[in-house]
């Protein structure tokens, strides 16, 4: 008696399969119906490190699948191409490649180094602007024993320099400065931010004043770049980019 109430409880609690106009529901014992989605295989995106091999494949391999591409920039150090919605997969949209900027060195909005460490950081990880080389020098003076004034803020003002036996000659720090540290993929014009600088007597810092607006120019000069060297198939329509 027993078993057979248990198998009766076993058969009226699990959930009743039925198929409607082609669609799977599960239906259970409170009447809740819930519809079961078949599992459809998504390759996975092919990861690229480069936007010359993004350009390449999408001219080559990409132009034989359904047009137009997509192609958009997530953020700085993304880039995306993916097709139209697939109706039969439930509008799902195939991302075809995935470019990331591996290589680049990266730079944080706040940065503090020893005046050495300032001095390779200015050479090997920015693109050369007048505003670097202005860098340099000033933290090249400064480790050549050169005096730093500061105001009531802390913030360095005025730098005095020696040159020969006894001629001195005061200059003013300029607080902020325009540089270019690599921050998106290398092989377009790295965009350029504003730095307030800050001196102690340990070392320098370089503090981002541009409210984060470089990632967005980032972004913008990656797009540029992509339409330059995929203008025959943006003009064509079989390619649109897109931030």
């Known amino acids: 008696?027993?078993?057979?109430?248990?198998?009766?409880?076993?058969?009226?609690?699990?959930?009743?399969?039925?198929?409607?106009?082609?669609a799977t529901f599960a239906?259970?014992?409170?009447?809740?119906?819930?519809?079961?989605?078949?599992?459809?295989?998504?390759?996975?995106?092919?990861p690229l490190n480069s936007l010359d091999a993004?350009?390449?494949l999408v001219r080559t391999e990409a132009s034989n699948m359904d047009t137009p591409l997509y192609i958009t920039m997530p953020d700085h150090m993304t880039v995306r191409c993916f097709g139209q919605p697939d109706v039969a997969a439930r509008y799902f949209r195939q991302v075809y490649y995935e470019a990331m900027a591996t290589d680049v060195p990266g730079w944080s909005e706040k940065v503090t180094?020893?005046?050495?460490?300032?001095?390779?950081?200015?050479?090997?990880r920015f693109q050369e602007t007048q505003d670097t080389l202005y860098a340099m020098k000033l933290?090249?003076?400064?480790?050549?024993?050169?005096?730093?004034?500061?105001?009531?803020?802390?913030?360095?003002?005025?730098?005095?320099?020696?040159?020969g036996v006894a001629l001195q000659t005061n200059e003013q720090i300029r607080p902020l400065v325009k540089l270019r540290p690599y921050r998106t993929f290398q092989e377009v014009e790295q965009p350029e931010s504003i730095f307030l600088i800050r001196i102690s007597e340990r070392g320098i810092a370089f503090i981002e004043a541009d409210g984060g607006m470089w990632k967005l120019k980032a972004r913008e000069v990656v797009k540029a770049h992509l339409e330059d060297k995929l203008s025959a198939e943006v003009e064509g329509g079989s390619?649109?980019?897109?931030?």
């Not at 008696?1 to 082609?22: A, C, D, S």
């Not at 239906?27 to 092919?46: Q, Y």
């Open 27 to 46: 239906i259970t014992a409170d009447g809740v119906a819930k519809e079961i989605l078949p599992t459809i295989f998504h390759p996975d995106p092919l």
């Open 1 to 22: 008696m027993l078993k057979e109430f248990i198998e009766h409880i076993q058969n009226t609690t699990q959930p009743q399969i039925r198929v409607v106009e082609g």
């Open 139 to 163: 933290v090249s003076d400064i480790s050549l024993g050169a005096k730093v004034i500061f105001n009531d803020n802390g913030i360095a003002t005025t730098i005095t320099t020696q040159k």
């Open 239 to 243: 390619v649109i980019i897109a931030l």
């Open 113 to 124: 180094l020893g005046f050495e460490e300032a001095q390779i950081a200015l050479r090997t």
């Open 54 to 56: 993004m350009v390449k």
